[in-house]
């Protein structure tokens, strides 16, 4: 067992399935010598070469292109784009041909290939390189979508994702990079996709969060158990496919439920939880169901990142109203 970051933890996994599977491939912008922005690759392409951990062209959409042509033939491509705000020139080739070649062949070809790159802000980072918006990925069938909070659950769910044979986006939340350590099996271990964790058991309030903002929640624990509420706080872990069955029954538990999301409020993962608390969970509520999300605006250059991000305050602030609320 070592004591490793989130950068840590995925070069373990990377290298773990690098060293089990020869059609494995990793490839993207910069991976290979420089071992990637936030040198998540680093020393891959030294230890397995530099036809099996290679750099690529500044081409989102022929990365995301030949990863879909590696899996046709057989291969488990690993793709990783440097930005979240890069992904976009390769949407064509994720919406039409990596999401749906499975349904198109009836499920005679499988399609093992995991897109990964950093997303979401807190780091002061330019525009394209701070955006929230796994929602877009969530929206598309075929496609799953995973985002770790911690290093040991980054490993097990990169291991998870590489060996599945649908296609996954795995989005990694860059301010978690390297914002604390935990220890991680340097061996293969595996987690469930689809399934939440339930970090904190809890019996007046279910607080609902996923990468980043789960770090934000976790700072708020202490404040807002302090105020004497017990709160029950789950990371989902994987957006889609959600695990409806530990968010249903926290909520019939606790009756009121806060969801704390990065990206703008409108159209995003957090009222999709909510109406599916609504459908399955309405005759359990004390209190309507609320989310704390980002503003409905472009993601603000760093002066203003701050502002635009739930803060562990906000989060004790929205959950006491919560408790004063009445449904």
Known sequence: MATM???QALNSALDNKLGDDKNILCFGEDIGVNGG?????????????????????????SICGAAVGMAIAGLRPVAEMQFDGFVYPAFNQIKTHLSRFRYRTRGRRPMPVVIRFPYGGGVRALEMHSESDEAIYAHIPGLKVVIPSTPYDAKGLLISAIEDNDPVIFQEPKRLYRAGRQE???????????KAKVENEGKDVTILSWGAMMRVCRQALESIEQDGISVELIDLRTIYPLDHDTIISSVKKTGRVLVVQEGPQSFGVAAEVISLINEKAFFHLEAPPARLCGNDT????????DLYSPSPDRVRYRVQKLMDCEA
């Open 298 to 305: 472009i993601s603000p250059l760093p002066k203003s990142e």
């Open 184 to 194: 991680v099996p340097e061996d293969f271990y595996r987690i469930q996709i689809g």
């Open 5 to 7: 970051t989130m950068v």
């Open 37 to 61: 922005v936030f040198r998540v690759t680093e020393g891959l392409q030294k230890k397995y070469g530099a036809e099996r951990v290679f750099d690529t062209p500044l081409a989102e959409d």
